[in-house]
């Protein structure tokens, strides 16, 4: 495989400006953008592996933090699920293509010409690997800003399922001819700031307890969690 030159400085630039940040210390951007194929196996510069790592790290925690703070508060497994979705790598070779970091990659000549900047694992992984070059340049900040912009369509796309469960889980009872209920199991707060545990059940195959300001958003709840246990696992 020959060897591919890092992107120039119009590339970088140009990433620079899309990311809305200039880094201080380019050779952290440089080193995120280098795919391994880059050295064909020969000693060269560091490519984004190491940097992948701490990415993954960084992300985690960010995406954690902002499920974390969501009104109504989500559940320890309603936490686990969110990030479940939003920190893998489909998620990070979509926020990678919003961003097109594949134009600026430096990858080996057969791998550009084989399609290597758009593959999803490469996207996947470089976009770990730009979300550590912008915490190692600028703290925790830039990646913030990055993750809470580029991951907005995929927090939008959680939300969206979340307040489509009941739909999804009438569906499925009708379709499989069970019984679908919801259940008042505890109302507790002042009037103006009520508080609702309500039970999903389907009759003869599972149930279970949604947490929400209002019984639409507690059944909400339970039916989102409900469907993850019968339906999506």
Known sequence: MARQPAP???ALAALETRL????AARAHLVEALRHSSASDGKPGPPD???LEFLGDRVLGLVVAEHLFARRPPLSESELAQGLNALVNRGACARAARRVDLGAALTLSKSEAQGGGRNKETILGDACEALI??????GGMAPARAFIERFWAEEFAALDAARRDAKSRLQEWAAANKRALRYDIVERSGADHAPNFIIEAIVDGVASARGEGGSKREAEQNAA?????????E
């Open 132 to 137: 550590a070059a912008l915490y190692l340049d």
């Open 20 to 23: 809305d940040w200039r880094f």
């Open 48 to 50: 984004n592996e190491r």
């Open 224 to 232: 989102a969690i409900l469907l993850k246990e019968i339906v999506d």
């Open 8 to 10: 120039g400085e119009d």
